[in-house]
């Protein structure tokens, strides 16, 4: 069976502090997927990075930076100097079928980023 | 360019009734998948559709049922509401087969009463 855990479910920082945002996954399949996605106010769900399960190196785009740890089945995500506008709900997800669209979310984190 | 539109954006309804929801894709993009999202079991995955065809499915009940044109906007319905269908409904598009990023709208938000 698949499954995503976010432990973590509300996290309050103050600006400019760094924060992680920790993802564990469960799956049979050697091939796989792992994405996170930032829901704003808003609603609509906003891509940050895919990962599929053969790249095991980590990743850094600005502020953000990407963790994975096969051996310890963990995708975890970090934004350093974090700003008022990182303030959202962050969804960890995985893919198990190449090609498809069925995703399987964790059940999000929510970040309050304080001035 | 345009993202992905979905109508309408909130709407209320009362048990037992049925409701429509529809979803543009980004021009160019053929796959529509849709999600459900709730308080209580977070985000779920309903359908997806590429060139017209059910490709894969949520489990969810038969009163839950979609379609794509061969514009690939999409549809979806739901029929004899419950409550519990209250939601945040999320449409996804992305161009081709390959797993890759899935561009999602803004969501259409059904209030059941």
């Known amino acids: 069976a698949q499954k995503v855990t976010q432990a973590q479910t509300e996290i309050s920082v103050v600006e400019k502090e760094d924060v992680t945002l920790d993802c564990v996954y469960e799956?049979?399949?050697?091939?796989?997927?792992l994405f996170w996605y930032k829901q704003p106010p808003s609603g609509e769900l906003v891509f940050l990075i895919r990962?599929?399960?053969?790249?095991?190196q980590n990743e850094i785009s600005g502020r953000y930076s990407w963790n994975f740890q096969k051996s310890t089945s963990s995708f975890n995500f970090t934004i350093t100097a974090s700003q008022v506008v990182d303030s959202a709900v962050y969804f960890c997800?995985?893919?198990?079928?190449?090609?498809?669209?069925?995703?399987?979310f964790g059940t999000g984190t929510r970040l309050t980023v304080i001035p | 360019k345009a993202g992905v539109t979905q109508t309408p954006r909130y709407l209320i309804k009362t048990r037992g009734q049925q409701v429509t929801l529809s979803c543009s894709p980004i021009?160019?993009?053929?796959?529509v998948s849709w999600y459900q999202q709730t308080p209580g079991q977070g985000l779920q995955f309903l359908f997806e559709?590429?060139?017209?065809?059910?490709?894969n499915k949520g489990n969810f009940p038969g009163r839950f049922s979609g379609r794509q044109f061969s514009n690939s906007r999409s549809e979806m319905n739901v029929s004899t509401l419950e409550l519990g269908d209250s939601a945040l409904y999320l449409c996804?598009?992305?161009?081709?087969?390959?797993?890759?990023?899935?561009?999602f709208g803004e969501g259409s938000r059904l209030t059941v009463l």
């Open positions: 996804a598009s992305k161009r081709g087969e390959s797993t890759g990023e899935l561009f």
């Open positions: 799956t049979r399949d050697t091939t796989y997927y």
């Open positions: 990962r599929n399960s053969f790249d095991e």
């Open positions: 997800a995985l893919i198990f079928q190449t090609g498809a669209n069925n995703l399987f």
């Open positions: 021009s160019g993009h053929r796959s």
């Open positions: 559709y590429f060139s017209e065809t059910q490709r």
